[in-house]
Nanobody
């Protein structure tokens, strides 16, 4: 079992940048596809991005393509989400997730992932 912890959230102005980190403990993160989800108040948890175990394959929701970049450093057991050109509609709690029954990197449903961090809040002011 792997434990995940997100960090790097905060308050930023419209157009600003943040880099989120998802640090793993308990098991080697390279064993897992890792995904980022976000959830705004009153809304369902939404897929943002995913990265394959080697980092070669990545996926993004259309609304963040060209602005967000997911990457991983398996030597540091950490996955990153670089968020540029942030918009107020990006405001949400951001969660990383890993594991699940499948090893596919194109899974976009929250219930397909077994392990979750507690999240980090991102607030973008207009």
């Amino acid at each position: 079992q792997v434990q995940l912890e997100e960090s790097g959230g905060g308050l930023v102005q419209d157009g600003g940048s943040l880099r989120l980190s998802c640090a793993a403990s308990g098991r080697t993160l390279s064993d897992y596809v890792v995904a980022w989800f976000r959830q705004a108040p009153g809304k369902e948890r939404e897929f943002v991005s995913a990265i394959s175990r080697t980092g070669i394959i990545t996926y993004y929701v259309d609304s963040v393509k060209g602005r967000f970049t997911v990457s991983r450093d398996n030597g540091k057991n950490t996955v990153y989400l670089q968020m540029n050109s942030l918009k107020p509609e990006d405001t949400a709690g951001y969660y990383c997730a890993a594991g699940g029954l499948s090893s596919r990197a194109d899974r976009r449903r929250a219930d397909e992932y077994a392990y979750w961090g507690r999240g980090t809040q991102v607030t973008v002011s207009s």
